[in-house]
């Protein structure tokens, strides 16, 4: 089962480069999200997507954005890469939207380096 | 602001002993309260949820415990393993602001055999 695939798993970016990276799920999740993590900060939310063709803003959206291409794709864009947003960046997917007790499902993570 | 704190940061004990891991949050308005575990280099894995009008859940050695008033969550493991080192994370959802998860930042577990 493949569950939540995130690609790549690894990226280098200088300041100023773009990228986006991609996540899909297969479970015929209905909410998907972007969180970052980071030493000391514990997972910070990006952006999520409660349903196919709706997108909003989590805690720290500045300097991203993002596509919810379908009901099992959701991309995170960087356009301007800058040394802050190394992180590693995890997507993940809930099984039902507005279920407050909905579990949700990682992906293995991207690890993004910013030189 | 909601904010969830895990303490210690790293722990390490011997195999075979029950151990305790902490987690607090500020605001006791809250959906439920979330244990994830993540292994090295990887994503993470939702082990136990418990809503807001339960107690405590149980997943075979693992136990964890939910009291709102005072805005506390223990997670208790039975009988440690190697196997159970990990990074292991509490989220709390809070009604406020589209109910999204908000993550402390991880107790460190070590299990020497």
């Known amino acids: 089962n493949a569950g939540v695939t995130q690609t790549p798993k690894f990226q280098v970016l200088k300041t100023g480069q773009s990228m986006t990276l991609q996540c899909a799920q297969d479970?015929?999740?209905?909410?998907m999200y972007w969180y970052r993590q980071d030493p000391g900060m514990g997972l910070r939310l990006i952006y999520y997507?409660?349903?196919?063709?709706?997108?909003d803003k989590g805690e720290v959206p500045n300097g991203y954005n993002v596509s919810r291409l379908n009901k099992r794709e959701f991309s995170l864009r960087l356009e301007s890469a800058a040394p802050s947003q190394t992180s590693v960046y995890f997507c993940?997917?809930?099984?039902?939207?507005?279920?407050?007790?909905?579990?949700?499902?990682f992906g293995s993570g991207t690890q993004l380096s910013v030189l | 602001k909601q904010e969830v704190t895990q303490i210690p940061a790293a722990l390490s004990v011997p195999e075979g002993e029950n151990l305790v891991l902490n987690c607090s949050f500020t605001?006791?308005?809250?959906?439920?309260l979330q244990w994830f575990r993540q292994d090295p280099g990887k994503g993470l894995t939702s082990l136990l949820l418990?809503?807001?009008?339960?107690r405590e859940q149980t997943s075979g050695r693992l136990n964890a415990s939910l009291d709102k008033s005072s805005g506390r969550s223990t997670l208790y493991i039975a009988a440690s393993q190697p196997g159970d080192s990990a990074t292991y994370l509490c989220?709390?959802?809070?009604?406020?602001?589209?109910?999204?998860?908000?993550f402390g930042q991880g107790t460190e577990l070590s299990v020497k055999p």
């Open positions: 993940a997917s809930a099984i039902k939207s507005g279920d407050v007790n909905e579990k949700l499902f």
């Open positions: 479970m015929n999740h209905n909410s």
């Open positions: 997507s409660a349903s196919e063709g709706t997108t």
């Open positions: 605001d006791s308005a809250i959906y439920n």
């Open positions: 418990i809503q807001s009008s339960q």
């Open positions: 989220a709390v959802r809070r009604y406020n602001q589209g109910g999204k998860l908000i």
